[in-house]
């Protein structure tokens, strides 16, 4: 009598774990209904996404839309034309022109990046320790993913907040090549702190610094020459 009832349990749970299984594959072989196929005929009121499962077109689209809002707003056109009034001076003085490679390290949500973009930079990169795309793209300041000398320009706005200042001149120059330029902007300065901030680039030779206003806060901007990339 036992092993009948003990049969008939075995026979149950492995009619039961079939039925599991079957079920499952069904349900991932489905399309699930909510999704809407993008082959189907779009109803008026349908603008986007694709389908309602399309998430990477509904993040895109956000990320558009986002940065149009951010690009509009005041104060970004106000820290771009402060930027791009910087680095006229710097085409000015013949440290950048429309041909240069520049890199904006710790670019931040990229106004540096626009601003040269706007003045008619074609090859600019900017990076930051989070992404901004399409401005700029993640990495580390003291670790830069480039290879050395690649770059006409660098320039950090940031320079006097780095973690490792020594570290992050030596990233900088590393990826300038010999005869360009590394521009720091740090707070407002005098002498003193100019030569600090100038003695921590080993292989450029200090050209000059300068005060100038960026959205209202005074600062200084010290030019550098990398005398050798090796
Ligand atoms: C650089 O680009 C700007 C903007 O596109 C343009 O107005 C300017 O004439 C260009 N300068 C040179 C030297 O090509
Ligand atoms: C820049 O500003 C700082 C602080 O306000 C001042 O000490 C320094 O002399 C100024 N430098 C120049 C070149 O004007």
């Not at 951010?70 to 009034?85: A, G, H, Q, R, T």
Request: hydrophobic share 40%.
């Amino acid at each position: 009598m036992e092993r009948h009832i003990q049969i008939l349990l075995n026979r149950l749970s492995f009619a039961s774990i079939t039925i599991a299984t079957v079920t499952l594959i069904f349900l991932f072989l489905q399309t699930p209904k909510t999704c809407v196929p993008i082959t189907s005929n779009p109803k008026p009121h349908h603008k986007f996404p694709k389908s309602t499962c399309d998430f990477s077109h509904r993040s895109l689209t956000s990320i558009d839309k986002k940065n149009k809002k951010l690009w509009s707003s005041k104060d970004w056109i106000k820290k771009v034309n402060s930027f791009s009034s910087l680095f006229h001076d710097l085409q000015t003085l013949n440290h950048l022109n429309n041909r240069s490679r520049a890199l904006c390290v710790s670019a931040g949500a990229g106004h540096e990046v626009m601003a040269m973009k706007q003045i008619g930079l074609k090859d600019v990169t900017g990076v930051e320790l989070v992404d901004s795309p399409p401005l700029v793209s993640r990495a580390d300041p003291h670790n830069l993913p480039f290879f050395d000398g690649v770059f006409d320009l660098g320039f950090s706005a940031q320079f006097d907040r780095a973690l490792f200042p020594r570290r992050y001149a030596e990233e900088m120059e590393r990826t300038v090549r010999a005869g360009g330029a590394c521009v720091v902007a740090v707070e407002a300065c005098g002498d003193v702190e100019v030569k600090e901030v100038a003695s921590l680039f080993r292989k450029s030779r200090f050209v000059r610094a300068d005060n100038f206003t960026l959205i209202g806060s005074k600062m200084t901007r010290i030019i550098l020459r990398v005398a050798n990339s090796s």
